[in-house]
């Protein structure tokens, strides 16, 4: 069965320092995969997204991420951490999409972001 | 152009009672796809509804049911409540063959 584990249910870093944050998913077929934010009491915002082509992606805010099939990884980052980026991640996945169906989103449990000024 | 739309934003039910929870997709998506997100949980999939058909179906009882109308939008219905059936519910609109969804921001639910 497909999955998607985040390493991590908090990470704390100080404004200016680089976030990383991991996220490793099992899957049966070539996946979709996603980053989401979810601010406090909001919705999911989709940061990027990974289909085929160029493994590194670039997404909105300053965040990337890079697919690592032989790591089945998929971790993401960002240079230099702001104070606006204290939020949820969620990393996702959508195996099904392959086979040519509109696959439904497997979530990972979120990584809760914290910058210190 | 207006993103998805839930409604009603908050919601509080007492066990045993139905609820209905309304979804607007975005401007020229098909394709509705609904979620529970439990408290510190990441969100987990009940359905999605493609031409007015529920096309897939996650690991949730009979009691969660749905609706698509031809204009697209959708429904959740949810009947006879659990305490534990209290949770965000998230709405998500795309376009069939395209694997992107856009998220609404979702109806607090909570069930005393």
């Known amino acids: 069965a497909q999955s998607v584990t985040q390493l991590g249910s908090h990470v704390s870093v100080s404004e200016g320092a680089l976030v990383l944050l991991r996220c490793n998913y099992s899957?049966?077929?070539?996946?979709?995969l996603f980053w989401y934010v979810q601010y406090p009491n909001q919705g999911l915002q989709l940061l990027l997204k990974?289909?085929?082509?160029?493994?590194l992606v670039k997404g909105i805010n300053g965040f990337e991420a890079e697919f690592k099939k032989s790591e089945t990884s998929f971790h993401l980052t960002k240079p230099s951490a702001h104070m606006s980026d204290a939020a949820e991640y969620f990393c996702?996945?959508?195996?099904?999409?392959?086979?040519?169906?509109?696959?439904?989103?497997?979530f990972g449990k979120g990584t809760k972001l914290s910058v210190k000024p | 152009d207006a993103g998805v739309t839930q409604s009603p934003t908050h919601l509080i039910k007492t066990r045993g009672q139905q609820v209905t929870l309304r979804c607007s997709p975005k401007?020229?998506?098909?394709?509705v796809s609904w979620y529970q997100q439990a408290l510190g949980q990441g969100p987990q999939f009940i359905f999605q509804?493609?031409?007015?058909?529920?096309?897939q179906r996650g690991n949730f009882p009979d009691r969660f049911s749905g609706h698509q109308f031809p204009n697209y939008s959708s429904e959740l219905n949810v009947n006879a409540l659990l305490l534990g059936d209290s949770a965000l519910y998230l709405c998500?609109?795309?376009?069939?063959?395209?694997?992107?969804?856009?998220f609404g921001p979702g109806t607090r639910l909570l069930v005393l």
């Open positions: 998500a609109s795309s376009t069939a063959g395209l694997e992107t969804q856009y």
């Open positions: 401007s020229g998506h098909d394709t």
């Open positions: 990974y289909t085929t082509g160029a493994t």
């Open positions: 899957s049966s077929v070539p996946p979709y």
């Open positions: 996702a996945v959508t195996p099904d999409f392959y086979g040519g169906s509109q696959g439904n989103l497997i």
């Open positions: 509804y493609y031409e007015e058909e529920e096309r």
